[in-house]
Structures are given as structure tokens and as C-alpha cells.
């Protein structure tokens, strides 16, 4: 499966589709299909993991550098789809603490 980000914007929501690897390689896809509209005050972020594959440290770091550059809360960005391998990489990080995983 070929790694790629797509994003879909409204007025207050942004919605992350990520498939194949998260890996720093899509770290400037994934930096600007979350910066479109990240001015907005309380602009949500949902990010589809259900295409995910696999998940490294550096995408970890993709998804804190998100939540800083935004400054979302946990109840601003929201982790859906996540294998029960990508679900517990993110647990085991803490993540379950910082965003919502659904």
C-alpha cells in the first residue's frame, strides 16, 4: 500500500485520512493537511488511522508537533480507526491522555 495523507477541510473541522506507513516520511503532507484553517479558534481535527499499517517514533512526534502547532486540547483532536496494534503503540506513549482515541 502506498503511504499518503488526504484531508478534507470545512469552516471548523479538519479530517486527516492516513494510509499505509506513518512514518516521517509524510511529514510535510501531514504538516499541511493540519495547518489549513489551525488560525480558527476551536477548529477540530479528526485523524483516521483505519488505514494505518504501521506507526514509528517519528510519526509520534508528528502527532505532539500537530497538537502544539494547533494548540488543540485532547478534546479538540480526535484518533479514530486505530489497528489494535497502532492503538497500543499510541497507549503505550501515553497518547490515550493527550487526544481522543475513539
Known amino acids: 500500500m502506498l ?13 486527516i485520512i492516513i494510509k ?4 516521517f516520511d509524510l511529514h ?4 499541511a493537511a493540519y ?9 477540530r481535527y479528526t485523524i483516521d488511522m483505519g488505514g494505518v499499517e504501521y506507526i514509528d517514533s517519528s510519526a509520534i512526534g508528528m502527532l505532539l508537533m500537530m497538537r502544539e502547532e494547533t494548540a488543540a486540547t485532547n478534546e479538540n483532536i480526535t484518533i ?7 492503538l497500543k503503540a499510541l497507549k503505550m506513549v501515553g497518547f490515550d491522555q493527550l487526544f481522543t482515541i475513539l
Open 3 to 15: 503511504n499518503k495523507i488526504a484531508a478534507a477541510h470545512s469552516d471548523k473541522e479538519t479530517t
Open 20 to 23: 499505509g506507513r506513518f512514518i
Open 28 to 31: 510535510p503532507q501531514f504538516r
Open 35 to 43: 495547518l489549513v484553517g489551525s488560525d480558527q479558534d476551536n477548529r
Open 80 to 86: 479514530v480507526k486505530a489497528s489494535p496494534t497502532v
